[in-house]
């Protein structure tokens, strides 16, 4: 399941995909129709879950925050069963994890506001877009939450988008913040608690 070329087939071949696709897509490089490119969507999956692999342990369990189509949770599956996703509402996304029937739930991340859930070994939340504007007040607010869902040797992975990274490096670097990628950061649960 692993293999690119067969996932993009079997998600391409779900039954109203070529519809929505046809309803959606409009060739941006930008908007959320961008999406619709599937095997490029599924290469980065693909990527982000073989840079997690050694983390993965039996009864995995990941929470997907801002999730939009789904890809990471479609990959994951050849990991664990249980991958949660969270989103704001979204007719694209809402139509497209609809179709692709994943567990998707409503939630927003906002700034000083609590968010809940339940226990995760793993929560991710890529190319995020919430943390406009955040600053370390906001960040310590959010990271606590997640803190308090993740099992005993759980991580966070917060996939950055637009070189806010380097701003949240500066403070979080020392206190256990590893890149994992060019944009991608992890904190375990021994740094986030530390
Ligand atoms: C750039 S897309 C990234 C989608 C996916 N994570 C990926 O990497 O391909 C940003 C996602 O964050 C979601 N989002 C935007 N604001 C959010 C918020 N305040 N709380 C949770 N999700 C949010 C959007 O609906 C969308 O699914």
């Keep these: ?3 690119i070329e067969t996932i993009t087939a079997a998600i391409e071949a779900t039954p109203g995909w070529a519809e929505a696709k046809a309803k959606h897509f409009v060739g941006s490089k930008r ?10 969507w599924v290469e980065v999956a693909v990527r982000r879950w073989m840079a997690l692999e050694p983390l993965v342990t039996p009864n995995f369990k990941v929470l997907d925050i801002g999730a ?11 990991y664990t069963d249980h991958i949660d ?35 995760y070994d793993l929560i991710t939340a890529h190319r995020m877009v919430f943390d406009k504007g955040w600053g370390q007040d906001e960040w310590q607010y959010f990271l606590r939450d997640v803190r308090d869902m993740l099992n005993e ?6 996939g950055f ?7 949240f490096m500066k ?12 944009h991608d950061v992890l904190l375990t649960y021994e740094a986030l608690n530390g």
């Design 1 to 3: 399941m692993r293999d």
């Design 31 to 40: 908007g959320p129709d961008k999406y619709f490119r599937t095997r490029a």
């Design 68 to 78: 939009g189509f789904g890809y990471f949770a479609i990959v994951g599956k050849a």
């Design 85 to 119: 996703l969270v989103d704001v509402p979204h007719p694209i996304y809402d139509e497209v994890t609809r179709l692709l029937e994943l567990p998707k739930y409503e939630q927003e991340v906002r700034a000083f506001t609590p968010f809940v859930g339940g226990r």
């Design 153 to 158: 040797g759980g991580s966070v992975v917060l």
């Design 161 to 167: 988008n637009n070189r806010r990274d380097k701003r």
């Design 171 to 182: 403070w979080a670097e020392p206190f256990g913040a590893l890149r994992i990628s060019e």
